[in-house]
């Protein structure tokens, strides 16, 4: 089992940026064949920003976030990162990483994923 642990959240202004970490403790991320990125803004579901694949390296983003998120991992840290560049509001939400030990023929959804962190709160002001 691993734990994962998002930060580096906080208040920005729009086409500021930020970078999020998700450290994971217990295991491994290399144990894990796909890295998600998800968010979840007020009233609204849990969705899809990016994900990595720990085995090659291959990396795939949601078209809202596509061109301004960039994903990145460092194995010797054990740590998973989310540059966030040209920040909308609408990017305003709570971010979570999470952790996929079988890849099952998707990445995109919730349910895909076996562990999550507590999720990092990203406020984007206009």
């Known amino acids: 089992q691993v734990q994962l642990v998002e930060s580096g959240g906080g208040l920005v202004q729009t086409g500021d940026s930020l970078r999020l970490s998700c450290a994971a403790s217990?295991?491994?991320?290399?144990?894990?064949?796909?890295m998600g990125w998800f968010r979840q803004a007020p009233g609204k579901e849990r969705e899809f920003v990016g994900a990595?694949?720990?085995?090659?390296?291959?990396?795939r983003y949601a078209d809202s976030v596509k061109g301004r998120f960039t994903i990145s991992n460092d194995n010797t840290k054990n740590t998973m990162y989310l540059q966030m560049n040209s920040l909308k509001p609408e990017d305003t939400a709570v971010y979570y990483c999470?952790?996929?030990?079988?890849?099952?023929?998707?990445?995109?959804?919730?349910?895909?994923?076996?562990?999550w962190g507590q999720g990092t709160q990203v406020t984007v002001s206009s």
């Open positions: 999470a952790a996929d030990r079988v890849y099952s023929g998707s990445y995109r959804e919730v349910r895909d994923y076996d562990y």
């Open positions: 217990g295991r491994t991320l290399s144990n894990y064949f796909i």
């Open positions: 990595i694949f720990w085995s090659g390296g291959t990396i």
